[in-house]
């Protein structure tokens, strides 16, 4: 049920773009994106829903492929406050008390160096 | 707004002892979530609460972990007796309706 990251880190010099992907093997409802610094709560980015839609906000975005049950997210142009690791979790068309639940994955650890 | 608040933020103890962990959600959300997040993973859902009913515990541990959200308001997690894999970081969130997550600065304990 676990989606699948890739790749586990990226090193980057600011201003650089990079690209972190999420498949999942079953059929998504939802995908969502979350931030989290070192020793901090995750933060919420965004959610995509099906329906293959790009959403974004400054230079992070992402799209939801949910032919492929897979989803990208876009950071362009980093900046120094994109450190951190970027889970993604997945939200898979089922029944009963699993609606709703999130399945996030291992994450991806971003590192930008000035 | 206040975000959603924990206690303790770190906790060590040593094994077969009782640990109990304190969650206050937004105000207003009626989702609330307990989470456990191992060391270089992601979050994996203990327990999620609509108002005061568990719909989802299907990932509780039942034999050593409970759980408990009274007047649909703020929550408590229990683990009697606690073992060494059960060192982790247990993260509360809240939401208002199925959505976006908003985490708690998490409580991180020790097991000896």
């Known amino acids: 049920q676990q989606p699948v990251q890739s790749p586990q880190a990226v090193i980057l010099r600011e201003g650089e773009d990079a690209v972190i992907n999420c498949s999942s093997s079953?059929?998504?409802?939802?995908v969502h994106w979350y931030r989290q610094k070192h020793g901090e709560a995750p933060v919420f980015l965004m959610i995509?829903?099906?329906?293959?839609e790009q959403k974004g906000h400054d230079k992070i975005s992402a799209s939801f492929n949910e032919k492929k049950q897979q989803s990208s997210l876009y950071l362009t142009a980093s900046q120094l406050s994109y450190s951190g690791t970027y889970f993604c979790?997945?939200?898979?068309?089922?029944?009963?008390?699993?609606?709703?639940?999130?399945?996030f994955g291992r994450g991806t650890q971003l590192t930008v160096w000035p | 707004e206040a975000g959603v608040v924990q206690s303790p933020r770190y906790k060590i103890i040593e094994k077969k002892q009782p640990v109990a962990f304190w969650c206050n959600p937004i105000?207003?959300?009626?989702?609330l979530y307990w989470y456990l997040q191992n060391l270089g993973q992601g979050p994996e859902l203990l327990i999620r609460?609509?108002?005061?009913?568990?719909?989802?515990d299907s990932q509780l541990p039942k034999d050593r972990f409970s759980a408990e959200r009274l007047k649909g308001v703020d929550s408590t997690l229990k683990i009697q007796p606690a073992e060494l894999g059960d060192s982790a970081v247990y993260l509360c969130?809240?939401?208002?309706?199925?959505?976006?997550?908003?985490f708690g600065p998490g409580t991180r304990l020790t097991v000896l």
């Open positions: 609460y609509e108002n005061e009913e568990a719909v989802d």
């Open positions: 969130a809240s939401s208002l309706v199925a959505g976006e997550l908003f």
């Open positions: 979790g997945t939200e898979i068309i089922g029944r009963g008390s699993t609606l709703g639940r999130l399945y």
């Open positions: 995509l829903l099906k329906g293959g």
């Open positions: 079953k059929a998504l409802y939802s």
């Open positions: 105000s207003g959300h009626n989702t």
